[in-house]
């Protein structure tokens, strides 16, 4: 059984920056496309950034390109996302996902992690 467990979220002021961890356990960690998504309150959780098993191939949303960096330690079982200029649309809970395939559809995501909140305060 896989379990993802998100950390590293909290409160922000515009501008700044923050890095959150999504610790994986059970399972091949390292076969794994992992991804990120958001929900902000009464919206629709939507695609951040993926990426592939070995690093190489990533994938952001257009509102995050630039800003936001996925990144993953396969021999930490941790993927991290990166997140610079942060403004107060980026309000939200952020969760991690495992996908067979690189892809930013949500139901191509089979295990997810309880999510972690992040507050931006302009």
């Known amino acids: 059984q896989v379990q993802l467990v998100e950390s590293g979220g909290q409160l922000v002021q515009a501008g700044g920056s923050l890095r959150l961890f999504c610790a994986a356990s059970g399972g091949t960690f390292s076969s794994y496309v992992m991804g990120w998504f958001r929900q902000a309150p009464g919206k629709e959780r939507e695609f951040v950034a993926a990426?592939?098993?070995?690093?190489?191939?990533?994938r952001y949303s257009d509102s995050v390109k630039g800003r936001f960096t996925i990144s993953r330690d396969n021999g930490k079982n941790t993927v991290y996302l990166q997140m610079n200029s942060l403004n107060p649309e980026d309000t939200a809970v952020y969760y991690c996902?495992?996908?067979?395939?690189?892809?930013?559809?949500?139901?191509?995501?089979?295990?997810w992690g309880q999510g972690t909140q992040v507050t931006v305060s302009s």
């Open positions: 996902a495992k996908s067979p395939v690189l892809s930013t559809i949500k139901a191509q995501y089979n295990y």
């Open positions: 990426i592939n098993w070995s690093g190489v191939n990533t």
